[in-house]
């Protein structure tokens, strides 16, 4: 998480501050955090991942390539990701759908 946040902090434009919405898991709440100054932290309520989008994208990518199979080994669902992956990728106007937010559009 920390090298994570360093990395957008690098790409916060000079003079900006970066606000990252996040859920409360341990690692991206840990006291031991370094949390770059160009960057506040703000955690969803607790149990909300219809408030995530990001939990909205992972459950498009299951339903439409990852469920319903079995796979073979290790090497054969990190294929299956990646292709799920990139065929998301691939469709911008998807991710912009899915992380839509109409209660949002009001601020």
Not at 26 to 40: F, M, Q, R, V
Not at 58 to 84: G, K, P, T
Request: with cysteine.
């Amino acid at each position: 998480m920390a090298l994570h946040l360093e990395e957008i902090s690098q790409t916060v434009t000079p003079g900006a501050h970066a606000v990252v919405l996040l859920d409360q898991a341990g690692w991206h709440l840990s006291d031991k955090l370094d949390i770059p100054g160009n960057i506040t932290l703000l955690p969803l309520p607790p149990k909300s991942p219809e408030l995530n989008p990001v939990e909205n994208i992972w459950q498009f990518m299951r339903d439409n390539w990852l469920s319903n199979r079995v796979f073979r080994s290790y090497d054969d669902i990190l294929e299956h990701c990646c292709y799920a992956w990139n065929k998301l990728v691939d469709q911008p106007w998807t991710i912009m759908s899915i992380g839509l937010r109409d209660w949002a559009h009001g601020f």
